[in-house]
């Protein structure tokens, strides 16, 4: 799984492919959705207009990231889908850590 987000994290949507389906686990080629890992939080995603409940990244290599999908979500193994992120709040989570740097400047 390519992580689209460590060299673009400013990419919004993207085309990719179904790589690995487990029931309403999801595992795509190319990801931009971040899943929540060393205290940042995760990405909003949606894939073909259908919103990832959760996801989560294996704690080992290759550390894929699996995206649960409601019941009924229809992907199936080798489908193109569109995948996009909440950009709003993408940008505010990129944003935080320099204006706790600020803000800490402040009073020390």
Wanted: charged residues 25%; hydrophobic residues 40%.
């Amino acid at each position: 799984m390519k992580k689209i987000f460590w060299d673009n994290p400013y990419q919004q949507s993207l085309e990719t492919k179904v790589s690995q389906v487990d029931g309403n686990e999801i595992v795509f080629a190319e990801t931009i959705g971040f899943s929540e890992c060393g205290g940042q939080e995760n990405d909003v995603v949606t894939v073909n207009d259908i919103r990832a409940l959760s996801s989560r990244m294996d704690r080992c290599a290759p550390f894929l990231i699996y995206y649960t999908f409601p019941e009924g979500h229809g992907f199936a193994l080798g489908t193109n889908v569109t995948m996009k992120i909440d950009w709003l709040r993408r940008n505010r989570l990129m944003r935080l850590p320099h204006k706790v740097n600020e803000l800490s400047s402040v009073f020390v």
